[in-house]
């Protein structure tokens, strides 16, 4: 909710990773338990775009973007 594109232990832009959606700039991914916020923010219109919230369990951030069903 606070400076969403500041980086923290919770809250990182993924690099090198192209989404299976629309993204404006870079994507960010927010860890929240076992969930994974993915992101993208419009900074100077203060809009931030909730992409896509996937339970993570024990895989990568890769199989989280792109579960198997959808590739």
Partial sequence: MHEPTFPTRR???????????EQ????????VGDYRVFYDV?????????????WKGPRTTEEVLYPEDRR
Avoid at 11 to 21: A, D, E, F, S
């Fill in 42 to 54: 419009i900074e100077d219109e203060l809009i931030v775009w909730i992409r896509a919230l996937r």
């Fill in 11 to 21: 809250k990182k832009v993924l690099q090198g990773v192209t989404p299976p959606w």
């Fill in 24 to 31: 404006v700039g870079p994507v960010w991914q927010l860890r």
